[in-house]
């Protein structure tokens, strides 16, 4: 099983940063695909969250308007696009995937890092 992000950098702020993660060795369309970020210090939080299936979504009230997560079942790819990047923005990244129907197992990306600095 793997997770694998990419598209994180650094950005000024204002712009705007596309993640991907893609996902192989689990049935993709059956689980929910979050991004959650983590900066030193802090607990890792949630950012936004798709269903399988490409169901309903939910955001962390400081990125909604700014961030839109969506799903290509076909490539097994979970994306995260972040516009109108702050600098509280700036954290690691990560890829999660949970099964979507009850309890079964969870998996974890490597992250990425987001650095939004002039």
């Known amino acids: 099983v793997q997770l694998v992000e990419s598209g994180g950098g650094l950005v000024q702020p204002g712009g705007s940063l596309r993640l991907t993660c893609v996902a192989s060795?689990?049935?993709?369309?059956?689980?929910?695909m979050s991004w959650f970020r983590q900066t030193p210090g802090k607990e890792r939080e949630l950012v936004a969250a798709?269903?399988?299936?490409?169901?309903?979504?939910n955001y962390a009230d400081s990125v909604k308007g700014r961030f839109t997560i969506s799903r290509d079942d076909a490539k097994n790819t979970v994306y995260l696009q972040m516009n109108r990047l702050k600098p509280e923005d700036t954290a690691v990244y990560y890829c999660?995937?949970?099964?979507?129907?009850?309890?079964?197992?969870?998996?974890w990306g490597q992250g990425t890092q987001v650095t939004v600095s002039s």
């Open positions: 999660y995937a949970r099964w979507d129907y009850g309890a079964g197992y969870d998996y």
């Open positions: 060795g689990f049935t993709f369309r059956f689980y929910a």
């Open positions: 798709m269903r399988s299936f490409g169901g309903s979504t």
